[in-house]
């Protein structure tokens, strides 16, 4: 743990000898002024995490001291030293924003527990900057890549679309980018300092929707032992993403109609009105409209949710965008592993131009992972692509890993179900997934249990 710089200044000479001598061999690091005046001069100069002063010394007293610190720097911590009996001396200073007092006789070990306690709190001050830059530098990180004019549409509508309210329903192909979309309305947007919500719709059983969502009082029904607050209340003041929302079942729909319509619930089990104010944003592969079409889906739902309409378009139909995800990731990964990657050969490139990309810019992202990992050189070659698959993409067939690894998924959920007796919690354990995930992948291949 880093340790505290501390500026003492003390005109008594002998405690000024004995304090510092003292802080000294507890490894914090110590200069000391025997005046005001001087002291001040260095706090100017270098910055230190606290001031230790005296309180009474002729010239510059302690308390001018603190002050004038809290001008220089208001984040310096000031610990005044007062004269044994001085109370009101040290309820001033504190007033004044003193961080602490100790009183004269100085109790040594004292001292070392108020120092300890300053000392923590820094550096959990210094580690809550560093969370921040990072996360901040995360969302550098995330920023959507593109060159096309088929994604300029997509940002200009960002752009547009973050200032308003209104529910925001983003339409395309799998991996195309609708999170990551979803994301950058709710960060552009006024509700960014509060909660953004991602939903999988399609992975929440049927019967569990509206506790999911709602949430509910203890005991509301078998096995809620616990009051559980649902997505609407998490997310008030922020954005709420359904993805995979055309799954919602027919069931839930009029009920989440009503939510949205009149911006208040009910938790099950409890009759008390809770208001929201929730900004909606959905996102599906599926051709929503055709659900609609079919009844699958309720229009007057579709008309609430489809106010903004946004389409991603397949990568294969923005193939400009290509060069500069290939960049981003291959950076993005070599960073990530600490390898050294120099470039793409024209020849992996060329043949990256031409595939057809089934699972669209997350495909993309898999592939570009994997090449970093195995590229034996500083460069990307076509070998290094996609390894089984390396014929298949550099002589243009337009299967690809996508694929590949779905029909692997299904193959090892279908034995793992198999061999647990179609029991999904066991299958789920077996392969170190969660339930949820597996009966969402089940619903997904369409796995007969
Ligand atoms: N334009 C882009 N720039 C940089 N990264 C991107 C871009 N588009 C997508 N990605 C990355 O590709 C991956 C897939 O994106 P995302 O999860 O947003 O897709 P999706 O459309 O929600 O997929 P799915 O339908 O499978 O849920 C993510 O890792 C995302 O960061
Ligand atoms: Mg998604």
Known sequence: MPSLSILLIDDDDSQREVLSG???????KVS?????????????????????????????????????????????????ITAFGTIEDSVHAMKKGAWDYLSKPIDLDELKFKLKKLNQYKNLLQENENLRSRLSDESIESDI?????????????IARVSQSNASVLIMGESGTGKEMVARAIHE?????????VPVNCAAIPETLFESEFFGHEKGAFTGSHKKHKGHFEISDGGTLFLDEVADIPLNFQVKLLRA????????LGSSQIIKTDIRIISATNQNIKQKVKNDEFRSDLFFRLNVIPITIPPLRERKDDIPLLVEHFKDKYARQNGIDVDKIT??????????SFPGNVRELENIIERAVILSRDSNITCEDIALKNTQELCEDIDTGLEEQVASLEKSMIKKALQESNNIKTEAARKLKISERVIRYKIKKYDIKV
Do not use: H
């Not at 552009?188 to 953004?196: A, G, H, K, L, T």
């Open 145 to 157: 890549v593109y060159k096309s004019s088929e994604m300029e549409e997509v940002i200009n509508m």
């Open 32 to 80: 000391s002024y025997a005046s005001g005046e001087k002291g001040l001069e260095a706090v100017k100069k270098n910055y230190v995490d606290l001031v230790i002063t005296d309180f009474k010394m002729p010239g510059i007293d302690g308390l001018e001291v603190l002050e004038k610190v809290k001008e220089i720097n208001p984040e310096i911590a000031v610990m005044i």
């Open 188 to 196: 552009s947007s006024s509700r960014s300092e509060n909660p953004f």
């Open 22 to 28: 003292f802080m000294k061999k507890n490894d914090y």
């Open 260 to 267: 949205l319509q009149e911006k208040e619930f009910q938790r």
């Open 346 to 355: 024209q020849e992996a490139m060329d043949s990256l131009m031409r595939y």
